[in-house]
């Protein structure tokens, strides 16, 4: 079965770092673009950011509200995606999914989705 | 506010036809892909369309895309409780760099 769960979800004050994990299963994980997306209470979806294959080379590219503040990297070993958060705002409060098209090899067909992970940010 | 604008609320009674709209820019829906999402309460998004007019293996026939110009709609026919959910444009936008996502519509199921 092609799964993607998110962890890593917590109660942060601003100021502070979090680490996202997302362990993927059931697809090959090393050849995917994976992309978070997140989702603040009541509102819309957006953006975060993304990281290609290491054979379309490795790279990320982040939506400006995060970028300089977050990273996204990849453990292929593990089939797991990282979504290191600092410097976390209040407005960086959303519920975080991972997703990916394992199927189309369209970048930005976000086919399968986590569960979600919520993130916090509040003194 | 949304760099792609979909009215915030739809409606339709079972069995009727309802048309979402999603209004765009040369930048994002002029010039590339268009895909859609549903998205039911407490749940994960849905991929229904991708690249404008192709629905994923499962996705019922009722549901259809189409683009022109800078504007996309996202169709359903046979309008049925279970369609009752938010929906979601997106395209990639050639100035930011990266996808951008529609406001989303709460579409309501009389």
């Known amino acids: 079965e092609v799964q993607l769960v998110e962890s890593g979800g917590a109660l942060v004050k601003p100021g502070g770092s979090l680490r996202l994990s997302c362990a993927a299963s059931g697809f090959s994980f090393s050849h995917a673009c994976m992309t978070w997306v997140r989702q603040a209470p009541g509102k819309g979806l957006e953006w975060v950011g993304r990281i290609k294959s290491k054979t379309d080379g490795g790279t990320t590219d982040y939506a400006a509200p995060v970028k300089g503040r977050f990273t996204i990297s990849r453990d292929d070993s593990k089939n797991t995606l990282y979504l290191q958060m600092n410097s976390l705002k209040t407005d960086d409060t959303a519920v975080y999914f991972c997703?990916?098209?394992?199927?189309?090899?369209?970048?930005?067909?976000?086919?399968?989705w986590g569960q979600g992970a919520m993130v916090t940010v509040s003194s | 506010q949304s760099v792609l604008t979909q009215p915030p609320s739809a409606s339709g009674t079972p069995g009727q036809r309802v048309t979402i709209s999603c209004s765009g820019s040369?930048?994002?829906?002029?010039?590339?892909?268009v895909y859609w999402y549903q998205q039911l309460p407490g749940t994960a998004p849905k991929l229904l369309i991708y690249?404008?007019?192709q629905r994923p293996s499962g996705v019922p026939d009722r549901f259809s895309g189409s683009v022109s110009g800078t504007s996309a709609s996202l169709a359903i026919s046979g309008l049925r409780s279970e369609d009752e959910a938010d929906y979601y444009c997106a395209a990639w936008d050639d100035s930011l760099s990266g996808p951008v996502f529609g406001g989303g519509t709460k579409l309501t199921v009389l």
């Open positions: 040369s930048s994002n829906i002029g010039t590339n892909y």
């Open positions: 997703t990916t098209d394992p199927y189309y090899g369209d970048p930005d067909a976000f086919h399968i």
């Open positions: 690249r404008n007019n």
